[in-house]
């Protein structure tokens, strides 16, 4: 059974730009949250999605963004990237509560 | 809003021996899980043991093991027979049983390094 499939592993941007982060979950899984990891902050919420629909959103500028499709694989959007957005964006997919699995995540770097 | 505290940033153990690890959390409801996950220097995120907030005993997974103190809110994990590989971040995390709205989301600690000694 696959597990949770995030590209790409590493990103280096520069600022200003805009970038789209992708994450296949676990065949059957119609949830799909997404995660920033910063040392200074830790693990910070960004959203999540459910059958195509998002279901919650966490504390982040608009500048964040992302969608979900049919076949329930995800995007996530940065668009005018800062400086602190530098960070290993972590995604899970799961099935019910408690089911979380994650991928390795992609490392992001705003220069 | 529920909160998760790691207040040990690092900890290290000889191989072989026993270790535990702290976190308490704050939180307003009764029904809740939470969750030990581990994290490698591969990067990803892997669930160690878990917790139903209305189940008495403790969770148990082979040399892994909590001590959950619901009304201290006190959720400390307990690594026996300490192995090189369990060298890594080591987060606690809170999960509201209620399934609406701003619920829908891993409530996270800040991390203990675990640094294991041959």
């Known amino acids: 059974k696959a597990g949770v499939t995030q590209t790409p592993r590493y990103l280096i941007k520069t600022r200003g730009q805009q970038v789209t982060l992708s994450c296949s979950p676990i065949?059957?899984?119609?949830?799909v949250s997404w995660y920033q990891q910063t040392p200074g902050q830790g693990l910070q919420f960004l959203f999540e999605?459910?059958?195509?629909?998002?279901?919650n959103k966490g504390n982040f500028p608009g500048r964040f963004s992302g969608r979900q499709f049919s076949n329930s694989r995800s995007e996530m959007n940065v668009s005018t990237l800062e400086l602190g957005d530098s960070a290993l964006y972590l995604c899970?997919?799961?099935?019910?509560?408690?089911?979380?699995?994650f991928g390795s995540g992609t490392r992001l770097t705003v220069v | 809003a529920q909160t998760v505290t790691q207040s040990q940033p690092e900890m290290s153990v000889q191989e072989a021996e026993t270790v535990t690890l702290s976190c308490t959390y704050d939180?307003?409801?009764?029904?809740?899980?939470l969750f030990w996950y581990k994290q490698p220097p591969s990067r990803q995120m892997i669930l160690v043991i878990r917790?139903?907030?209305?189940k008495q005993q403790n969770a148990t997974e082979n040399r892994f093991s909590v001590n959950f103190q619901k009304a201290a809110k006190s959720f400390s994990l307990k690594i026996s027979d300490s192995q090189l590989g369990d060298a890594a971040m080591y987060f606690c995390?809170?999960?509201?049983?209620?399934?609406?709205?701003?619920?829908?989301?891993?409530?996270w600690g800040l991390g203990t390094s675990l640094g294991v000694n041959p």
């Open positions: 899970a997919s799961s099935l019910g509560l408690t089911g979380y699995t």
């Open positions: 065949s059957g899984h119609r949830s």
């Open positions: 999605y459910f059958s195509e629909t998002q279901r």
């Open positions: 939180t307003s409801e009764s029904d809740y899980y």
């Open positions: 917790q139903e907030a209305y």
């Open positions: 995390a809170y999960r509201s049983r209620t399934n609406a709205g701003n619920n829908r989301k891993l409530i």
